[in-house]
């Protein structure tokens, strides 16, 4: 049972404008989120974290949002680059025994048209 | 500093072979932990290390054997391959701070494994 879904295996987005990636989750005890970011042929890559504390985090182009509520997490990439054209995986963990695990999602494909 | 680095990169096996696949990271990390990548499955873990001999079963450990000998290697063993078992196998390594779980994983770049 996938607990980590990421409902769009793809995504195009015009050069310059908003890429928004969307993550929801099922286990109410994750509590720390990141994205990873993969190119072919490369291991994933972290991008940026969150925990359940904040419901914003902010590093450059990049912002993760988080609404625990809803379990629903979403990366924001302004401006969107060709560069920035890759697979990108969210994951979660949190307390109890997935403590020490980290889920990941199926993976969103961004292309950046330029 | 080589980060995570994983061998061999491609190895292509005969159903019923044995083989392992080796993670060395030189961070010093405690935790480790080995995942394959499926097409639309996403990233599984198979199973996973706190620290210098200690083991743990993740989501997907069924065929697969590990051991962490030293602090700086994590082993993932297959004793009889199978073709589902064609994957790439990625392993990452994490380090935590005072007792907190967080912390990101860093990831090796993959092996290629065919099961014929």
């Known amino acids: 049972d996938q607990q980590v879904k990421q409902n769009s295996p793809s995504l195009s987005v015009q050069e310059g404008r908003i890429s928004i990636l969307n993550c929801d989750y099922t286990n109410s005890m994750f509590d720390y989120f990141l994205w990873y970011k993969k190119y072919p042929a490369e291991g994933p890559t972290f991008l940026i974290s969150i925990s359940s504390i904040k419901d914003k985090n902010e590093d450059g182009r990049f912002t993760v949002f988080l609404n625990k509520s809803a379990k629903h997490l979403s990366l924001h990439i302004v401006p969107s680059q060709p560069g920035d054209s890759a697979v990108y995986f969210c994951?979660?963990?949190?307390?109890?025994?997935?403590?020490?695990?980290?889920?990941f999602g199926t993976g969103t494909s961004l292309t950046v048209i330029p | 500093n080589a980060g995570v680095t994983q061998t061999p990169k491609f190895r292509v096996l005969k159903t019923g072979q044995s083989m392992t696949l080796l993670c060395a990271q030189d961070m010093n990390h405690e935790y480790m932990y080995w995942y394959r990548q499926d097409p639309g499955m996403g990233l599984r873990l198979i199973h996973y290390?706190?620290?210098?001999?200690?083991?743990a079963k993740g989501e997907v450990p069924d065929g697969y054997n590990v051991s962490r000998l030293k602090k700086q290697n994590f082993l993932l063993g297959l004793e009889s391959a199978a073709p589902s078992q064609t994957s790439v196998y990625f392993c990452?390594?994490?380090?935590?701070?005072?007792?907190?779980?967080?912390?990101?994983?860093?990831f090796g770049e993959g092996s290629r494994l065919t099961v014929l």
């Open positions: 990452a390594s994490r380090q935590t701070s005072g007792g907190a779980r967080t912390g990101e994983l860093f």
């Open positions: 290390s706190v620290g210098e001999g200690t083991t």
């Open positions: 994951a979660a963990s949190g307390g109890g025994n997935t403590g020490n695990q980290f889920y």
